[in-house]
């Protein structure tokens, strides 16, 4: 059943982007009619569309998917290309172990499942210990802590499990591939662990979304599907990370699955990410009522914690959302209007649970989708913004919020050109730790070309929560 096929009833608007029945008449006509009734990629409750901005977004959405899914082979094998390259060399002590090893034949193959085998975006930043001067009690520590998960998020299970149980000295609870009803496939990531580093029964369980995968083309149509959903008394909600977290076809979210809506002999086994969070969520605290756990990610993660927090409060979670300490969001796209913005804030308010977003310099993913009449999307919540020197402030919206301005434009080059030079002396100002690696300064040569692309890497993000000033982090924000 295609989602146009499904019974949307369960929202009380919608409109529905379906990059499947792409045909380039109707591509064209969606440009210039505002009739999109008539077209069958365009599934919504409005028969026209008067504003030209908002269809060609749309336009826009439907041809970036197309181009997308007609790659994702090519682009999968490009990734799994590059970072075999990057194992070798690291795996072999660099271009020149790897030269010398070519010649006498011994060298070093990486194993992709292997514990020190590391993703693309995990060539970024290598960093695998926690800040020892962060402790437990200071304000930092749950959002240092959770940005390390996040990143450790896009590793696979070997490795984050050896990250977890022996650096880290905590209890690793599993990594899991969840179901997405409406790309039937397996393309949502997140893994559960345990702080256990915590003084007498308390413990906090920590809850990472992965976020977008640079070479999975599923990952990014998630990102680039503008289609949304309005809930009654909720507001609209981005379409596509909604399915990543585990909307239901023609159900919405149902407070619980039937065993029939849940398996099929051709799909035995597949599991949905709210749902099963929620239930490992719901056995782990009632084994010891003092624990509590944050939900966090980073890129697509982030949207997809927030919206975590936001389907328990659809359900009534009590126990749950009396329990969750926190949600912190890393270089989060914006997830719905303002109306949703307003919902959150109150429920939020409601059961005390603190809610960051994180933004550093000119990350181009927190300032999409659009904030503008044509998509009507906003971030809420505590914002706390970073520069290039890791100065912080708290702001209700970061600067040049949809990143697209000349003057904006010039600026964020300089920035840009200001972050290649420090990538050379952050070391002398912070230690050793900070220390940039060959990949990722020549990474932030891009942001030269497409400014705050290098900004959204984990690394500054790592750098933000370590180097923030405590108060920042603090519950009365």
């Not at 990531?189 to 007498?200: I, S």
């Not at 981005?238 to 239901?248: E, I, R, S, T, V």
């Not at 904006?408 to 030079?421: F, K």
Request: charged share 20%; net charge negative.
């Amino acid at each position: 059943m295609s989602q146009m096929e499904c019974d949307k009833r369960f929202s009380s608007d919608y409109m529905l982007l379906n990059h499947e029945e792409l045909s380039l008449s109707d591509l064209f006509r969606l440009l210039f009619s505002s009739d999109v009734e008539k077209r069958k990629m365009v599934d919504s409750k409005e028969n026209k569309e008067e504003s030209f901005e908002r269809r060609w977004l749309m336009f826009v959405s439907i041809v970036v998917q197309k181009t997308l899914q007609f790659f994702s082979r090519p682009l999968a094998l490009v990734g799994s290309c590059v970072e075999m390259w990057l194992g070798l060399l690291s795996s072999n002590g660099g271009f020149g172990g790897l030269l010398l090893n070519v010649l006498t034949g011994k060298v070093v193959v990486p194993d992709k499942e292997s514990a020190t085998f590391v993703s693309f975006i995990g060539n970024f930043d290598k960093r695998t210990e926690l800040d020892k001067s962060i402790e437990i009690g200071d304000p930092r520590y749950n959002a240092a802590l959770a940005m390390m998960a996040a990143k450790a998020s896009y590793e696979n299970p070997i490795y984050i499990q050896t990250i977890v149980n022996n650096h880290w000295q905590m209890e690793f609870l599993g990594s899991f591939d969840f179901w997405n009803e409406y790309q039937n496939k397996a393309t949502t990531q997140a893994f559960l662990m345990r702080d256990t580093t915590q003084p007498g029964e308390a413990e906090t369980i920590v809850v990472s979304f992965r976020g977008t995968e640079p070479f999975d083309a599923d990952a990014w149509c998630s990102d680039f599907d503008i289609s949304w959903y309005e809930f009654p008394g909720v507001g609209r909600v981005h379409g596509g990370f909604m399915k990543a977290l585990g909307l239901q076809k023609s159900l919405g979210w149902p407070n619980t699955l039937q065993q029939q809506e849940t398996h099929s002999s051709a799909r035995p086994n597949y599991k949905f990410a709210y749902y099963e969070i929620r239930e490992m969520l719901r056995e782990l605290m009632g084994r010891n009522d003092r624990a509590k756990y944050v939900v966090t990610g980073h890129s697509l993660g982030g949207a997809l914690a927030v919206l975590f927090a936001a389907v328990l409060t659809f359900h009534g979670e009590e126990m749950l959302l009396e329990r969750m300490e926190g949600i912190y969001a890393f270089g989060q796209p914006r997830v719905g209007d303002e109306k949703f913005g307003v919902y959150m804030k109150r429920k939020l308010d409601e059961y005390g649970i603190r809610y960051y977003r994180f933004v550093y310099g000119y990350d181009i993913v927190t300032r999409l989708p659009y904030d503008n009449s044509a998509l009507m999307f906003k971030h809420f919540g505590t914002c706390i913004y970073f520069d290039r020197n890791y100065q912080a402030q708290v702001v209700v919206e970061e600067p040049n919020k949809n990143y697209f301005s000349l003057m904006g434009t010039l600026t964020m080059i300089w920035n840009a050109m200001m972050e290649i030079i420090r990538s050379f002396t952050i070391c002398r100002s912070h230690g050793e730790e900070y220390r940039e690696g060959w990949f990722m300064r020549l990474f932030r040569i891009m942001g030269l070309l497409i400014p705050g692309i290098p900004a959204h890497c984990p690394q500054d993000y790592v750098n933000s929560t370590r180097l923030g000033p405590p108060h920042l982090f603090s519950s009365s924000l």
